[in-house]
DNA sequence: CTGTTAGCGCATTCAC
DNA sequence: GTGAATGCGCTAACAG
C-alpha cells in the first residue's frame, strides 16, 4: 500500500492536518517544517489519493472530452492538444465518441459527467442543442454556431485561400465543400466568396448534393483551381485529377482545409489553412476551468489561422525531383 | 445535490447497505423490496457517486489508454475500439499521449496510474521496457516484441499482399518501409519476403536509409509493384508517382497497410491490409480485466488481417468514371 | 433476509 | 502555528 498521510504525519510527529497544510501550502504552517515535511513526503514516495481528495472536494481533476468522426485526423490532433493543455494543469483527459449520433453524443455527455468529468470540452455533432449537464461546457465548432465557445477562424481561412489563388493569377474557382448543414464548412465557404475580388468568379459545390464534374469538363468550364472545405475532400480531388493523367497545379490547382498529416506527405504537397490547435485546446480549458471557479464564461473567441502554401498552388513542378516523402 | 443513498434509504424506511445491496445486486435483499427500491432510486434519479465508490472499493472503473504519434490515424482508430469496449463494459478511458520521447511515455504511464487509472493499455514506442506500474497492462504492438499482449497479425497481412500481387501477375516488388527499428514493420516485411514464391523477387528499402529511386528508375528496374507497410508510407508513394505522369495500377501498382481513413478515398483506391481493431481492442481489455480479477493474464495474442484489394492493384481504370468522393 | 458499524484517504472546520 | 475531530458517499463485514 503507499504512504498516506496519515504515515507521514505519524513518521514526523505531527497531525495529518499539519501534513495536509504544508503539502498543499493552504493552512499556516512554519516554512522549516513545511520543508521538512515536503521532504519526507517525497522519500516516502508519498502520492496523494486522488479518488479520496476527490471524494473530500467534490474535484476530479478530470474533464471529459468528446469529439465526433474519429475518420477526420483533426479531432484526434485536437484531442492531443486538448491532452496537453490538461497534463500542464495537472488534469486528466477522458475521452468519449459521439458515435454517429446526436442521442449517442448526449449519452457520452452524461456518461463522462457521471464518470465524474469536472467539466467538458465538446466538439458537437450538428445542430446540437446542449443539454443542461451541471458541470462547465466548453463548445468547439464554428463562429457562427449558437453557444460556441472558441474556433478556429474559419472565414478568415478562407479568405486567406482565395486571396492566395487570386495572387497565383486564378480568376474562376470551384468551391468544393461535402455538406451546407456543417457550421464550419459554411463559414469557410462564406470567407471564401466574400473574398472573391471583382475579376473573380466562384462557384460552390456541395458533394452531398451534386458529385464534382468529370475533371476535363472542369478544365472546359473555366475553373483553374479547386478550392475545397477540407483537406479531407482536396485529397480524393488531388488523387482523381491525377489519375485522369492532370497535372496539378499546371492544369487545375488544389487547396484544402486543416492541414491534416497526410496533406504535407502527398505529392504535390496540398496547400491548406491549418488552425491554432493548441490555442484553441487552451482557450477551451481555460473556458472550463473559470466557469468552474464560478468566474463568468469569457466571451466566445475565434483563433486566427495560417495558410500553408504547397505545391498544389505553386508552379514548379518539384515533385519529380524532391525525395521522398 | 444528488440523492445520495441515504436519501433512498431514508425515503424507504430502510437502511443505507439495504440499498446498496439492493441496486447492486450483491447480498441477498428480496426480489420485492429490491424492485421497490429499484424504482425508487430512479425515481428519485439516484446517481452513485463514483468518486465515493472508487475510495471505498479502490476500483475507479476508469483505464487508461497511452498512444505515440497520434499523426498516425490508425492510434485514433484504435482509441475509437478501445473506448467503445471500454464504455460497452462502462469503464471511461483515460488518454495520454507519449509525446515523443520514452521518458515522457514512462511519465504518461504514470500519470495515469497516479489519475487512478485501473488498469492500461499501451501501444508502446519502439524499444520501450515496461517498468513495473503497480496494475495490470496490456501491450498492443507486435507479435515480435518481448511483453507483447495482443496485435494484428501483421507477417499474414504481409502474406496476403505478396500473393495478391503474385496473383495480379507481378513479379518483382519493391518492399518500402520507413524504419528497420519497428517491430510492426519488420513483421509485415518478414511476412512479405517469406511469402515471396519461386519466381518472385523482392527488394526492401527502408526509407531512413536510403531514399525512394525515382518512378521512371523503379520501372527501369523491373519493378512492377510497390508494397508500403503502411498507408501512410503508400500515399506519397501513390500521389508521386501520379505527379510524375504515371498510371497507378498500369504502370505500376502500390500497396498499403492499416487501412486508414483517407486510403478508400484516393484514386485510385488503396489496396491495404485492414487490421481488426474491435479485436484487439477486446483483447486488450480483456486481458487488464482478467488482470484485475487476480486470474493469470491471458496468453499473447494475435488476431488475423484482411486483405482489402481496391484500385491500386486492380487494372480498371474505373477511377474516371467513378463520382466522387 | 436486513440493519449496524466501520472505515477508504483526504481537506477542512474549529479549538488550542 | 498546530492538532483533534468530522464527514465526503459508499460498500464490506458482521450482527441481528
Known amino acids: 500500500m503507499n504512504p498516506k498521510l496519515e504515515d507521514i504525519a505519524r513518521a514526523m510527529g505531527v497531525s495529518t492536518a499539519t501534513v495536509s497544510n504544508a503539502l498543499s ?26 479518488q479520496a481528495r476527490a471524494l473530500r472536494t467534490g474535484r476530479s481533476g478530470v474533464i471529459g472530452l468528446v469529439l465526433p468522426d474519429i475518420a477526420n485526423p483533426l479531432f484526434p490532433a485536437l484531442a492531443q492538444s486538448v491532452e496537453a493543455a490538461a497534463q500542464a494543469r495537472g488534469l486528466g483527459v477522458l475521452i468519449a465518441d459521439s458515435r454517429g449520433t446526436r442521442e449517442a453524443q448526449a449519452q457520452a455527455l452524461q456518461r463522462l459527467v457521471r464518470q465524474g468529468a469536472d467539466g467538458l470540452v465538446v466538439v458537437p455533432r450538428r445542430g446540437t442543442q446542449m443539454p443542461p449537464l451541471g458541470v462547465p461546457v466548453a463548445m468547439i465548432d464554428a463562429a457562427s454556431t449558437p453557444g460556441n465557445t472558441i474556433c478556429a477562424d474559419h472565414r478568415q481561412g478562407g479568405a486567406l485561400i482565395v486571396e492566395h489563388l487570386r495572387l497565383r493569377g486564378h480568376r474562376k474557382i470551384l468551391i468544393v465543400g461535402q455538406s451546407s448543414a456543417s457550421r464550419v464548412q459554411t463559414d469557410r465557404v462564406a470567407g471564401m466568396t466574400e473574398a472573391l475580388s471583382g475579376d473573380m468568379t466562384g462557384r460552390v459545390l456541395w458533394l452531398e448534393d451534386a458529385p464534382l464534374p468529370a475533371p476535363y469538363d472542369l478544365l472546359a468550364d473555366g475553373f483553374t483551381a479547386l478550392a475545397a472545405t477540407s483537406d479531407l475532400i482536396a485529397l480524393p480531388l488531388l488523387t482523381r485529377l491525377q489519375a485522369a493523367g492532370l497535372r496539378v497545379p499546371r492544369d487545375i490547382a488544389v487547396t484544402g482545409f486543416d492541414n491534416h498529416a497526410f496533406s504535407a506527405l502527398v505529392a504535390p504537397g496540398l496547400t491548406t489553412v491549418a488552425q491554432d490547435l493548441p490555442a484553441i485546446a487552451e482557450g477551451a480549458l481555460e473556458s472550463v476551468l473559470a466557469q468552474l471557479d464560478a468566474h463568468p464564461a469569457p466571451p466566445p473567441r475565434t483563433v486566427p489561422v495560417e495558410l500553408l502554401v504547397r505545391g498544389t498552388t505553386t508552379s514548379t513542378n518539384q515533385t519529380d525531383k524532391e525525395t521522398c516523402p
Chains 1, 2 share one sequence.
Not at 504552517?29 to 502520492?47: F, H, M, P
Request: glycine share 12%.
Open 25 to 50: 501550502g493552504k493552512g499556516r504552517v512554519s516554512e522549516a517544517l513545511k520543508d521538512r515535511i515536503r521532504q519526507e513526503a517525497t522519500r516516502l514516495g508519498y502520492v496523494p489519493s486522488v
